[in-house]
C-alpha cells in the first residue's frame, strides 16, 4: 500500500514541476510534510545509542528501498549505503548520522522519547538530543523529493545512513569497511547539522575549518604515597598534577601563535580515598581541539614536556614519571571546500532567501563527516549548520545548546528549510558538473 501510495504523490508531483525551480520543490515538500512529520516524530520517540542502531538502519534501508534506492545494509556496523544511478553524472554522496545519546529527556513533547538501554551498567533513557533525528528525516525527504524531480537531473546519488557519530567512530568504520572501493569515489560530499542558536528558516555556511581535531588524552601522574599527617615523607601525586593543570593553560596563552586556536581542557581529575591519605597516582583527563596538524602536534608536545617538568621539580624518580597517552585514531577537523560552499550557497539563497544564508564562524566542536574528505582522495565536501531554534527562544535567557536534555528542533519549518536547500543544491550540483 505505501508504495502505490507513494508512486501516486510521484505522479502528482511530477505533474506539478515543470522546472527546479524553489516554488516547485516546495510543492512537493509540502505534498510530503505529513508523512514526513509523523516520521519525524516517530524516530524522536525510539533513539538507539551509538553502535546499537539496528532498528533505527532497517528502518531507513527500508524507506529508500521502497522509493527505488538499491540499499547495503550492516555496512560498517549498522551502516547503510543507499545508491540511487539515474544516467551519467556526477555522484554525490550525502550522509546522515542515526545515532542518539544516553540522557534521560526533559522536554516533555507529546513525543518525547519512550527508549531506555543500559549505559555504563545503568538504566538511563535515550534521547535524539543533537538532532540526528532531525537530520535522518531532512535525508529522507531529500532522497523522496529527488526521487521525483528525477527527470530533472542526470548522475548517481549516494545516500550514507551513518552509525556511531556520538564517538566519532560511525565514519572510519564504513570507510575501513570499503566505502569508496565497494560504491565508487564521489564528486561530492554534503551534510548538515542542527544549530541550537541559529534561528529556524535559516542555514549557515562557513568556509575553510569549520569544527575542530577532536582528541582525548590521559596523564597518568605518579608519586610516593604517605600519611596525610606527613607530606614529607611523600611525593604528592595530587600537587604534581594540580600543576601540571594549571601549566598547560599556558600552551594556547603562551605557546600559540594568537592568530591560530586550540583548546586544551583537564575534564575529569582521578585519585586518592580519603582526606588523609597522600595516593601514589592521580589520572587527569583531556580534550583537546586544534584544527591546523601542525598545531596539534605542538600542543602534544608541550603536554609531554610540560608533565615530564613538574614531576622532575617535584623530585619523581624516571621510574615513575607521568605517562601521556594520545590515542592514535582521532576525528579530524572538518573542512568546508571554498568553491563547493560557495554553490552551496548559491543553491541555498535560490531556495529560501539570500536573507536566510548566513555565515558561521568556526566552532572547536567535532564531527566525524570531516573524515569522508579525510582520505586519500580527497572529496570536496561541506558540512552546513541548519537552523532549528524558535526567534522567542533565542530572544529568551534560556537557549538548550546539544545534548542538553531540553533541546529539540522546531520540526516542520525545519524541515521543509533543510528539504529545500538540500535539493536545490543537489539539483544544481549534478547539473553544473
Known amino acids: ?149 528525477k527527470n530533472q537531473w542526470k548522475g548517481t546519488l549516494m545516500l550514507i545512513g551513518q552509525p556511531a557519530e556520538e ?48 582528541e582525548m588524552a590521559d596523564i597518568v601522574v605518579h608519586g610516593v604515597g604517605a600519611h596525610g599527617a606527613s607530606p614529607h615523607m611523600s611525593i604528592d601525586p595530587v600537587v604534581i598534577a594540580s600543576m601540571i593543570v594549571m601549566d598547560l593553560q599556558t600552551i594556547v ?27 601514589d597516582k592521580v589520572t587527569l583527563k583531556l580534550t583537546i581541539r586544534t584544527y591546523k596538524e601542525e598545531v596539534r602536534q605542538m600542543v602534544h608536545k608541550r603536554i609531554e614536556e610540560i608533565c615530564k617538568g613538574v614531576a622532575i621539580a617535584a623530585g619523581i624518580p624516571d621510574n615513575l614519571l607521568p605517562e601521556v597517552n594520545f590515542p592514535k585514531k582521532f576525528t579530524p577537523a572538518n573542512y568546508n571546500n571554498e568553491d563547493l560552499v560557495d554553490a552551496m550557497t548559491k543553491a541555498a539563497a535560490k531556495a529560501i532567501g539570500k536573507e536566510n544564508v548566513v555565515v558561521t564562524e568556526p566552532l572547536m566542536l567535532g564531527e566525524d563527516f570531516a573524515m569522508y574528505g579525510h582520505t586519500k582522495e580527497k572529496i570536496p565536501t561541506v558540512l552546513y549548520w541548519l537552523g532549528t531554534a524558535p526567534k522567542a527562544r533565542l530572544e529568551s535567557d534560556n537557549i538548550p545548546g546539544l545534548h542538553s536534555p531540553y533541546y529539540y528542533p522546531v520540526p516542520e519549518n525545519t524541515l521543509k528549510t533543510a528539504i529545500a536547500v538540500n535539493t536545490n543544491a543537489l539539483l544544481e550540483l549534478f547539473n553544473n558538473k
Not at 539496528?54 to 547495503?72: P, R, Y
Not at 535559516?202 to 569544527?211: E, I
Not at 581529575?269 to 580519603?274: L, R, Y
Open 253 to 279: 596563552s603562551r605557546n600559540l601563535k594568537p592568530t591560530e586556536s586550540a583548546v586544551v581542557t583537564v575534564g575529569a581529575i582521578e585519585g586518592g580515598i580519603k582526606g588523609n591519605i597522600i595516593p
Open 1 to 149: 500500500m505505501r508504495i502505490f501510495t507513494y508512486s501516486l504523490f510521484v505522479v502528482f508531483s511530477l505533474l506539478c514541476i515543470s522546472a527546479s525551480h524553489p516554488p516547485a520543490i516546495y510543492t512537493l515538500i509540502n505534498a510530503d510534510m505529513p508523512y514526513l512529520l509523523d516520521f519525524y516524530k516517530t524516530r524522536h520517540q525510539q533513539p538507539e545509542i551509538s553502535l546499537q542502531e539496528k532498528e533505527t538502519s532497517a528502518t531507513l534501508a527500508k524507506e529508500l528501498e521502497q522509493i527505488g534506492f538499491s540499499v547495503t545494509r550492516n555496512f560498517g556496523g549498522y551502516g547503510i549505503v543507499g545508491i540511487y544511478k539515474n544516467g551519467q553524472g556526477p555522484t554525490i554522496l550525502y550522509r546522515t548520522d542515526m545515532d542518539g545519546l544516553p540522557i534521560n529527556e526533559k522536554t516533555q513533547l507529546p513525543y518525547q522519547s519512550k527508549q531506555t538501554t543500559t549505559y555504563n551498567g545503568q538504566e538511563i533513557g535515550t534521547m535524539h538530543a543533537c538532532g540526528h533525528d532531525m537530520h535522518m528525516t531532512s535525508w529522507l525527504g531529500t532522497a523522496r523529493a529527488m526521487v521525483a524531480m
Open 167 to 214: 564517538i566519532g567512530a560511525g565514519a572510519r568504520l564504513m570507510l575501513e569497511a570499503g566505502l569508496y572501493q565497494k560504491f565508487g569515489v564521489p564528486d561530492y560530499g554534503i551534510g548538515l547539522h542542527c544549530s541550537p542558536t541559529l534561528e529556524t528558516g535559516k542555514v549557515g555556511f562557513g568556509k575553510g575549518y569549520t569544527m575542530a581535531n577532536t
